[in-house]
Nanobody
Framework: QVQLVESGGGLVQPGGSLRLSCAAS????????MAWYRQAPGKQRELVAT???????NYADSVKGRFAISRDNTKNTMYLQMNNLKPDDAAVYYC?????????WGQGTQVTVSS
């Protein structure tokens, strides 16, 4: 069983920045395929960014150039650096891991973008 714990959410003004973290359990974190998802009220959960075990990244078009996903395998932690935040970025952000054909989710962290 893999446990994922997100942190770093909060209230930020439009144009501001936040860095989310996802701490993962397990001794093979470096092999996990990891991703960030988000879900705004009344909307479906959507993929934000992914990072492979080799560090290859992909982003949703809506966040390209503003968000950066990364991982530190020595700390079993994944990050999402979010810059130039917009009101449309407000959502609960979820950490996701895909390991041996199983999917794991964190509990989510709230990001609010408002002046």
């Amino acid at each position: 069983q893999v446990q994922l714990v997100e942190s770093g959410g909060g209230l930020v003004q439009p144009g501001g920045s936040l860095r989310l973290s996802c701490a993962a359990s397990g001794s093979a974190f470096n092999t996990y395929f990891m991703a960030w998802y988000r879900q705004a009220p009344g909307k479906q959960r959507e993929l934000v960014a992914t990072i492979t075990s080799a560090g290859t990244t992909n982003y949703a078009d809506s966040v390209k150039g503003r968000f950066a996903i990364s991982r530190d395998n020595t700390k079993n932690t994944m990050y999402l650096q979010m810059n130039n935040l917009k009101p449309d970025d407000a959502a609960v952000y979820y950490c996701n891991a895909y390991i041996h054909s199983r999917t794991y989710w964190g509990q989510g962290t709230q990001v609010t973008v408002s002046s």
